[in-house]
């Protein structure tokens, strides 16, 4: 007599037609992320929003001190003011000068017909002439000083614009919508311009990102797939598995990992529900053409061993061996076996823990054990 046949729940591998599925752990990003700093130095005046609110873009978080700006702005428009009283100044000159250039060129002009005519002397022209070169060169000064004059009054425009924008940087507004994180420098505190220090962060989380890997062998799949559709995602936070987000595939990384044979991708979520959250790990579900007539068994078949996965066989004659095979995609509470089995064969899915390979068996319903099983049956342990 051998041992005596243990009692064991079995099933049937089957074929069916099943979705074919990507698992993974995921972490959920924020679609876009902003770190707000200053762009003008000096005392931050007030906080204007509350930790943890939702903003939208052009809303005021923090107010600087602009009273040094609008100092700024002030000076920069008076000297506006001066160039431009420089500049008529200068053109009045000019049209004086033209003036006086005339009347002596007519003077030089009309002594040189005299002097022709020896009724004045040779130095009365020579006077007239003088005259109106000097108003000529006067002329050309004035010209040259009213080109300086629009220089300056251009180089202090532009300085107005920049004391406006400056004053306008003392309103620190927000660049995008988003809930705003903790405040990092409060009221009270002098601020640099575009320095290290940030003063809020701002997370746009809806729409919201969820990245995670899948091995390299399922990439060409997955481009050929996404090229006329989009994939379905599914992610799901692990303390609340029964609450599920459903986003599209929208990214699929450049390059694959070389030290890990990964590839990243990346879904987009409307998380108009706020299910997910920048910064948390979630289980992620990457859903792909149906499969047709893959062999499937109950996903507790599928036990680690030593030389990887492996389920126990039932033999005709109710002995079981262990077989090494590959588990693929799950299919509900079934995965898919890729290979080592085929539809048809029996399976044991609980008792593993009892048997050794050659062991017999007597095969128990999903159910539970019947009334009278555990006697063993007639003829088995035989040797």
């Excluded at 420098?185 to 919201?208: C, F, M």
């Amino acid at each position: 007599m051998g041992p005596p046949a243990m009692p064991a729940t079995v099933a049937k591998a089957e074929l069916q037609t099943v979705p074919l599925v990507l698992q993974a752990i995921g972490n959920v990003e924020p679609y876009s992320n902003v770190q707000v700093k200053a762009q003008v130095a000096g005392e931050l005046a007030k906080v204007l929003f509350k930790e943890g609110q939702n903003v939208q873009p052009g809303d005021v978080l923090f107010q600087i001190d602009p009273r040094p700006y609008a100092d700024a702005l002030n000076q920069a428009q008076a000297a506006v003011a001066r160039d431009q009283a420089l500049l008529r100044q200068a053109e009045a000159n000019v049209d004086r000068d033209e003036a006086q250039l005339r009347n002596a060129e007519t003077d030089a002009h009309r002594n040189e017909e005299l002097v022709k005519a020896g009724i004045v002397a040779r130095s009365t022209y020579d006077t007239s002439r003088t005259a109106a070169d000097v108003y000529r060169e006067s002329e050309r000064a004035d010209r040259a000083a009213i080109e300086s004059a629009r220089a300056g009054l251009a180089a202090d425009v532009a300085a107005v614009e920049k004391a406006k924008l400056d004053l306008s940087f003392c309103e620190i507004r927000s660049p995008i919508e988003g809930r705003t994180g903790n405040v990092l420098v409060q009221a009270g505190n002098y601020v640099k311009s575009n320095g290290d220090t940030t003063l809020v962060v701002i997370n746009r989380i809806e729409p919201i990102f969820v990245s995670f890997s899948v091995p390299e062998q399922r990439l060409a799949e997955i481009r050929r797939l996404s090229e006329g559709r989009q994939l379905a995602v599914q992610a799901a936070a692990k303390d609340d598995p029964g609450r599920q987000a459903t986003g599209v595939l929208s990214v699929i990384d450049n390059m694959v990992d070389t030290t890990t044979g990964m590839i990243r991708l990346k879904a987009t979520f409307a998380n108009a529900e706020r299910t997910l959250w920048p910064g948390q790990f979630v289980n992620v579900t990457l859903t792909l053409n149906p499969r047709m007539d893959a062999v499937v068994v109950p996903s507790e078949a599928v036990q680690a061993g030593q030389n990887g996965p492996f389920v126990y066989v039932v033999k005709a004659d109710q002995s079981v061996e262990a077989r090494d095979v590959t588990p693929g995609a799950m299919a509900g509470s079934k995965i898919v076996i890729e290979s080592g089995l085929k539809a048809g064969e029996t399976v044991v899915t609980d008792g593993q823990l009892l048997l050794a390979p050659g062991m017999h068996i007597f095969a128990l319903p999903p159910g539970g054990m019947p009334a009278g099983a555990m006697q063993a049956k007639p003829g088995a342990g035989k040797s």
